[in-house]
């Protein structure tokens, strides 16, 4: 599957323990990465800084749903489960 363009689902809902730019203590679950623009495009996708953690996710059905809400009710269930 490819990410919809936009989602941002995997940006907002997970935490991420590892060091971003602009927020050098990740980010909790549920709130918005600093680098996730106003189109919810990664600011950082293809560069050297972003974090492995985000360069290794893969857009899955099971993870990401029919749309964006769905992928963020799916992803703060497995936060939450976690």
Excluded: W
């Amino acid at each position: 599957m490819e990410c919809r363009l936009g989602c941002g689902a995997c940006c907002i809902a997970p935490s991420i323990t590892s060091p971003i730019p602009g927020m050098p203590q990740g980010k909790p679950a549920g709130v918005r990465c600093i680098q996730l623009n106003e189109d919810n495009l990664c600011r950082l996708f293809g560069k050297p800084e972003r974090p492995a953690v985000c360069r290794q996710f893969q857009a899955d059905s099971e993870v990401c749903g029919k749309d964006t809400a769905h992928a963020i009710t799916i992803i703060t269930e497995l936060e939450a489960i976690t």
